[in-house]
């Protein structure tokens, strides 16, 4: 069973900006995201996480957002997918970071979500 | 008197049509305590709603309230696209058991509460939701409920949502979307045979 | 005197994208950024923060960063600049927003820093 | 024996040959414990050192110092920019007073320390920094003294920057700054005339 992140963020230059941050230290992580509305605008949208749900190659999601709007698109696309998301209320860029960096490291989820729990700020 | 395809529509037209109307107004709102762009976003979303149910005209009341929750979900894009159309998504659920409209916005309303965590009272539009479907499942519900409800979260400090970033200033403020949620009641009691 | 704020992450979209998000709660809050190394690789230029910090129309910045290296290349942009630059470890896109927010609302900034508090995770 | 604006660019062209053989090095060893751009960033970082200092011969030592600072702080990009920098950055200020190694590295130790907030342990290259600018100063710098120290990090648990990250998982690696930080040494060692 493989682990990924997927990234929601209410700005599309966001949501592609910080997987290249992640990808520097986790190249082997798989990395979805959503950004943006439908239309590119400022938001999130539902459909897009569900389809960064989606696309992305592993089948147990770790999922961090930017406010409060995105994590209810966020939990309405969990709710859809079949996958199993884990949704943190955690510092977006710097826990998705931690994360990464651990992932790729092989650490156990546990272990991951120890070291999430001081960056929880939502 | 009972919900049906055809009033639920004209129900939806009709909130449609203030939400276009007060677009700007409700934008405004949500100014000095958000980003200023729930009237655009409502609008966007009730175009949806009515494209939706024009492009393919409900059999059962069950399928309206899907594709009404569908429309805001996808083309909202703030907080009131999943808060509206998971209120409408309980709505369709319920409805395939009753169409008492007092089951149905309680469902609506509990939904609303569950998507976003807030309670009576932290200045959003739970602050409309709850009371007034409470008096729907009592059978009496005026405009002088609604603008109670609506006018009530001038005075809270808000909880959650953007403007709980502002504390304590938020008060002295219209909540937005509990104005937008009364245009919705109020488009209710107006359309003739559902109440 | 004027409050403004300076953003700096390693990555040039993600500088680019934030002030996108604080522009809609604080259109009259001056917001400046700077992302990536000189080259616009992922990283951080002190230089391009000097020169954030002087573009900032803002005479006292609060500034806010993604890593920690950032940080010593905002230390060092701190020490160089005339204006009064707070630096804060918190939560970037979260604690910007928050500040952002604040400010636009005119909120004295002891009363802003009480509410970053919370969202020190660095 | 001192340290002149001559030896001191032969040193650092001595550093920069080394930087530019073991950049592949450098950047492996960053990359189960970092984001893998070490080499990259001090190749970069060396290249704009060596192309300051042929583009504008220094006059003083100070001026050698400085320039090197700037070149570093402009181009490496990664947390060794301003480190290094602000180690050249403060040889910069003590060459004002003083051309003895001892007092030199001790302020550029000093500085790094500053800058990043790390300790002796921590992993970092305040491992390399803090012994071997101590053994300058008793007069007596060694190659095994460079490995003794470079090798040491291997052990330790990274405490600042982003091999932090990993906590215990960084036990087991050496610590790229801490290698490029060797090279300077060893450079500095084997330049004829400075020690
Ligand atoms: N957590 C929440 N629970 C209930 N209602 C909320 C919540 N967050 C926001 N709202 C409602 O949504 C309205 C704002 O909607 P909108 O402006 O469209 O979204 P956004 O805040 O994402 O820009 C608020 O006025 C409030 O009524
Ligand atoms: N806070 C710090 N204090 C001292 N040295 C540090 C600190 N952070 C990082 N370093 C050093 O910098 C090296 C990494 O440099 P580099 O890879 O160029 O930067 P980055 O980590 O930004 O990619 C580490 O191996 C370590 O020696
Ligand atoms: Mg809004
Ligand atoms: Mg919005
Ligand atoms: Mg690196
Ligand atoms: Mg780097």
Redesign the interface.
């Known amino acids: 069973m493989t682990l990924g992140i997927t990234i929601v963020?209410?700005?599309?230059?966001?949501a592609?900006?910080?997987p290249?941050?992640l990808k520097?230290?986790a190249a082997d992580v798989p990395l979805t995201f959503a950004g943006g509305?439908?239309?590119g605008?400022?938001?999130?949208?539902?459909?897009k996480i569900s389809q960064a749900f989606t696309d992305n190659s592993a089948d147990e999601i770790l999922a961090f957002y930017?406010?409060?709007?995105a994590k209810?698109?966020l939990?309405?696309a969990q709710e859809m997918s079949d996958k199993t998301i884990h949704l943190y209320d955690t510092?977006?860029?710097?826990s998705a970071?931690?994360a990464a960096?651990?992932l790729q490291?092989d650490?156990p989820l546990n272990d991951i979500e120890e070291?999430l729990k001081?960056?929880k700020?939502? | 008197m009972a919900l049906t395809v055809d009033n639920l529509t004209e129900w939806i037209n009709s909130f449609a049509q203030k939400v276009n109307d007060q677009k700007d107004y409700l934008s405004e709102l949500d100014t000095p305590i958000g980003d200023g762009d729930h009237g655009n976003n409502m609008a966007r979303g009730v175009k949806a709603v009515q494209e939706s149910l024009e492009n393919k005209k409900p059999a059962e009341l069950t399928d309206a309230f899907k594709q009404i929750a569908m429309a805001l979900i996808s083309k909202v894009g703030g907080a009131s696209g999943p808060l509206y159309g998971t209120a409408f998504l309980e709505m369709a659920k319920k409805s395939k058991d009753t169409t008492d409209l007092g089951e149905l916005f309680a469902a609506a309303n509990a939904g609303i509460k569950k998507r976003g965590g807030a309670q009576v009272g932290d200045k959003t539009m739970v602050d409309v939701w709850e009371p007034l479907s409470d008096q729907l499942a009592q059978g009496s519900l005026a405009q002088e409920d609604i603008d109670k409800a609506v006018n009530g979260t001038r005075g809270l400090v808000a909880k959650k949502g953007r403007a709980s970033y502002l504390g304590d200033r938020s008060v002295g403020h219209l909540d937005p979307g509990a104005m937008s949620s009364g245009y919705l009641f109020t488009a209710l009691i107006e359309t003739e045979g559902i109440l």
């Open positions: 963020s209410h700005v599309p230059e966001i592609e900006g910080l290249k941050l520097q230290v509305t439908d239309d605008d400022i938001g999130t949208s539902m459909e930017d406010l409060g709007s209810m698109n939990e309405m510092a977006l860029i710097e970071y931690t960096s651990l490291a650490v070291q001081p960056l700020i939502k």
